[in-house]
């Protein structure tokens, strides 16, 4: 073997070792975000909102609920990665934590939201007085976090949502990231 196809020939094996080496086992939130997907058009559990993160943990081995916090019915579902709160006096959303740390599989927990959205001269105006969603992709530069999620508009099955930061008008929203059982 001449020494330029030897040295082609080592590259290779290199290069094919770094990729294999780069290859991480899948993250719970990799395996809840899978789980939820397949969900998709599927009624999960009873119907109810929270049934997709329960249904989905219970298959990826992480664990359950955890006590409710700051008050009963207020979901935890992991380590607090987000919150966002709507401040009434200050006429804006502020919040704890970054959007850039929020991941697919992470898990949404809402309470009174109110969500006014524009598009061009229509303006929409949704809320979701208790509400779980499981976080698809999050767009960091528009604050922008597409769900997956039931029980919404009155459809008890698996659809897609997308919830816009900057038009979080009431209450708040916190994001969990789901911890190995």
């Avoid at 939820?36 to 559990?45: F, H």
């Avoid at 119907?47 to 019915?73: H, I, M, W, Y």
């Avoid at 530069?141 to 919830?163: A, F, P």
Wanted: net charge positive; hydrophobic share 35%.
């Amino acid at each position: 073997m001449s020494r330029s196809l030897f040295a082609v020939f080592t590259l290779g094996l290199a290069v094919g070792f770094a990729s294999a080496q780069e290859k991480k086992p899948p993250t719970l939130g990799d395996k809840v975000i899978e789980y939820a997907k397949k969900q998709k058009g599927k009624q999960v559990g009873d119907g109810e909102c929270a049934a997709l993160a329960t249904e989905a943990f219970k298959e990826v081995g992480a664990k359950s609920r955890q006590k409710d916090n700051p008050n009963a019915g207020d979901y935890v579902w992991g380590d607090l990665v987000l919150t966002v709160e709507f401040k009434k006096d200050k006429g804006k959303a502020e919040s704890t934590g970054k959007l850039s740390d929020v991941k697919p599989g992470d898990v949404v927990q809402f309470r009174d939201t109110t969500w006014v959205t524009r598009n061009g001269n229509v303006i929409s105006t949704t809320t979701a007085t208790h509400h779980t969603a499981v976080v698809l992709t999050v767009d960091k530069g528009r604050s922008v976090i597409r769900t997956l999620h039931q029980n919404h508009n009155g459809k008890k099955v698996v659809q897609e949502g997308t919830l816009s930061l900057n038009d979080l008008k009431a209450g708040w929203i916190r994001v969990y990231r789901p911890v190995a059982e």
